[in-house]
């Protein structure tokens, strides 16, 4: 159903002031670094996890790969929960500044992890920071733009920044692995005070610093936030009801009210069936690479020959197979990580075109199920199809734009890249509809609430849980596949078919939004 002409009584576009742009600005910085530090993980995991001396395919490897990906995203969602409530109570920009600051800093505090628990309890306050933000943002932005089709249009483009983020996170993987393939990166030590309390960062002869420093760089958003947050105003919609004395206290309870209960819950689960999809199936990339043996054995190659290059020729190694065994299964990590860096660059811009389709569309269709329902079709048949056969399909590589001059890598176009590329597209677009839909069907003063308990305990608390659920099938004996790679595949299908099916199931009882005003 197509858009009608606004009503007489709608407020006219406002035109944009230098305030409003530094708004904007920060809102994307931080819309793109949320999925920046949540996409870390899945990049990072299985390097960190093999220098604790925990080895994949192992049961403790399995044990900490669920505890790192579940538990961040459990005590997020409460905690975003809330933060939900505060952005409520204290109001938009404070709790905004504050989440984006506590995600960056103990990003930046994760790249000195010595053990598995240092690593879980700082991506824990990192996953805090990031389900608050969020939150903060979206209701900030929503109430900024009165006039319907141009906050549609804010939303949907700055949250496309997203997906850029997830761009910017692989990028800087990739260019980490190779400055350290070059041996540029700087060794990391713990400052002697903190040692009784973390230990000291060990060199096994086989560690890799490339995951430290990309953890590191999620200190980034913090620092164009320290120089703006002065010029920042609050929303002038919360700040007015204050000032008038009109605001109501924000309850948990009153989102389970009559007159909003069905919204809440579908809501709820349909959030935790995006997510599903995200860290059930396409995060599990760093997971399925290595099954994609003559990729991961080009990328051995090429590394190899960067490493070589600065050794005399009499003395290089010429093929993997020449190195000894413990320089080799380094080597192979390190082609896995960047093979998974580079797929999941081709995944975020399936995911930024999704983004940017989905802002396209949004003002011009009324109905939010059937705007939701363009993405959730196709990704019902396509997703479970696309990861069942994974690895079956002859991985036939049409070709690569280079990107080493920027120094991240590169983005090869093949059956498999293309298959993530749509699985992206149509999966991270739905992230876009909640963020546009979650402002326009709750009030004011619990508008914060509302979507924290649909993005928080839905999504990132039950969603992200799917992560769990994919690596606990994929040990499963029943589950298809010769390997772990192909048993993630597999699992990884299962996981896409259950999710996309409930989705689908639950937008038939998604509510309208009653009216195009936020007040």
């Given at each position: 159903m197509?858009?009608t002409?606004?009503?007489p009584n709608?407020?006219?576009?406002?035109?944009?002031?230098t305030t409003d742009w530094?708004?904007?600005?920060?809102a994307?910085?931080?819309?793109?670094?949320?999925?920046?530090?949540?996409?870390?993980?899945?990049?990072?995991?299985r390097p960190?996890?093999?220098?604790?001396?925990?080895?994949?395919?192992?049961?403790?490897?399995?044990?900490?790969f669920?505890?790192?990906?579940?538990?961040?995203?459990f005590?997020?969602?409460?905690?975003?929960?809330?933060g939900?409530?505060?952005?409520d109570?204290?109001?938009r920009r404070?709790?905004?500044?504050?989440?984006?600051?506590?995600?960056?800093?103990?990003?930046?505090?994760?790249?000195?992890?010595?053990?598995?628990?240092?690593?879980l309890?700082?991506?824990?306050?990192?996953?805090?920071?990031?389900?608050?933000?969020f939150?903060?943002?979206?209701?900030?932005?929503?109430?900024?733009?009165p006039?319907?089709?141009?906050?549609e249009r804010?939303?949907?483009?700055?949250?496309a920044f997203?997906?850029?983020?997830?761009?910017?996170?692989?990028?800087m993987?990739?260019?980490?692995?190779?400055?350290e393939a070059?041996?540029?990166?700087?060794?990391l030590t713990?400052?002697?005070?903190?040692?009784?309390?973390?230990?000291?960062?060990?060199?096994?002869?086989?560690?890799?610093?490339?995951?430290?420093?990309?953890?590191?760089s999620?200190?980034?958003?913090a620092?164009?936030?320290v120089v703006?947050?002065?010029?920042?105003?609050?929303s002038?919609?919360?700040?007015?009801?204050?000032?008038?004395?009109?605001?109501?206290?924000?309850?948990l309870?009153?989102?389970?009210?009559?007159?909003?209960?069905?919204t809440t819950?579908?809501?709820?689960?349909?959030?935790?069936?995006?997510?599903?999809?995200?860290?059930g199936?396409?995060?599990q990339?760093?997971?399925?690479?290595?099954?994609l043996?003559?990729?991961?054995r080009?990328?051995?190659?090429?590394?190899?020959?960067l490493?070589q290059?600065?050794?005399?020729e009499?003395?290089?190694?010429?093929?993997?197979?020449?190195?000894?065994?413990?320089?080799?299964?380094?080597?192979t990590?390190?082609?896995?990580?960047?093979?998974?860096s580079?797929y999941?660059?081709?995944?975020?811009?399936?995911?930024?075109?999704?983004?940017?389709?989905?802002?396209?569309?949004?003002?011009?269709?009324v109905?939010?199920?059937s705007l939701?329902?363009?993405?959730?079709?196709?990704?019902?048949?396509?997703?479970?199809?696309?990861?069942?056969?994974?690895?079956?399909?002859?991985?036939v590589?049409?070709?690569?734009i280079?990107?080493?001059?920027?120094?991240?890598?590169?983005?090869p176009?093949?059956?498999?890249?293309l298959?993530?590329?749509?699985?992206?597209?149509?999966?991270?677009?739905?992230?876009?509809?909640?963020?546009?839909?979650?402002?326009?069907v709750y009030?004011?003063?619990?508008r914060?609430?509302?979507?924290?308990?649909?993005?928080?305990?839905?999504?990132?608390?039950i969603?992200?849980?799917?992560?769990?659920?994919?690596g606990?099938l994929?040990?499963?004996?029943?589950?298809?596949?010769?390997?772990?790679?192909?048993?993630?595949?597999?699992?990884?299908?299962?996981?896409a078919a259950?999710?996309?099916?409930?989705?689908?199931i639950?937008?038939?009882?998604?509510?309208?939004?009653?009216g195009?005003?936020?007040?």
């Open positions: 197509m858009s002409p606004a009503a709608v407020p006219e576009p406002k035109r944009l002031t530094l708004i904007l600005l920060i994307s910085i931080g819309f793109a670094f949320d999925i920046y530090e949540i996409l870390m993980l899945p990049l990072i995991l960190a996890l093999t220098e604790f001396g925990i080895r994949p395919g192992t049961p403790e490897f399995a044990h900490w669920g505890l790192l990906f579940y538990m961040p995203a005590f997020g969602g409460i905690f975003g929960l809330v939900g409530y505060l952005t109570y204290l109001g404070r709790v905004l500044t504050w989440s984006i600051m506590l995600y960056a800093f103990s990003a930046f505090a994760a790249g000195f992890s010595t053990g598995p628990w240092m690593l309890i700082f991506r824990t306050t990192t996953f805090i920071g990031v389900c608050v933000e939150v903060a943002a979206v209701a900030w932005l929503a109430e900024l733009f006039n319907p089709h141009q906050r804010t939303l949907g483009y700055t949250q997203s997906s850029v983020g997830g761009l910017l996170v692989a990028s993987n990739s260019l980490a692995l190779g400055l070059r041996g540029q990166l700087f060794s713990i400052p002697e005070f903190l040692t009784s309390i973390f230990g000291q960062i060990e060199d096994s002869g086989t560690a890799t610093l490339a995951w430290r420093y990309t953890l590191m999620g200190l980034i958003p620092i164009p936030l703006i947050r002065p010029f920042l105003p609050e002038p919609i919360w700040a007015r009801k204050v000032e008038q004395g009109t605001l109501q206290r924000p309850s309870l009153a989102l389970f009210a009559p007159e909003l209960r069905r819950i579908v809501t709820m689960i349909m959030f935790a069936c995006s997510y599903g999809a995200a860290f199936a396409i995060q990339m760093p997971q399925i690479a290595p099954g043996k003559s990729d991961v080009q990328y051995e190659e090429k590394i190899l020959k490493q290059a600065s050794v005399p009499e003395r290089r190694v010429q093929s993997p197979d020449d190195l000894p065994e413990d320089k080799r299964k380094a080597l990590s390190q082609a896995t990580q960047k093979l998974a580079d999941t660059k081709v995944q975020e811009l399936g995911g930024l075109v999704g983004r940017f389709l989905f802002a396209m569309l949004a003002v011009y269709i109905s939010r199920r939701l329902r363009i993405f959730q079709g196709p990704g019902l048949i396509l997703m479970p199809l696309i990861f069942w056969f994974y690895l079956d399909v002859e991985n590589k049409f070709f690569e280079p990107l080493e001059w920027l120094g991240i890598g590169s983005l176009i093949t059956v498999a890249s298959g993530i590329f749509v699985a992206g597209l149509f999966t991270v677009a739905q992230f876009s509809f909640w963020g546009n839909y979650l402002p326009t009030p004011v003063h619990l914060g609430t509302g979507e924290s308990f649909a993005a928080n305990i839905g999504g990132r608390l969603g992200t849980s799917f992560a769990w659920v994919t606990q994929a040990v499963m004996t029943f589950i298809p596949g010769d390997s772990p790679a192909a048993k993630f595949a597999s699992a990884s299908a299962i996981v259950f999710v996309y099916l409930v989705g689908s639950a937008c038939f009882f998604l509510p309208e939004p009653k195009e005003m936020i007040d």
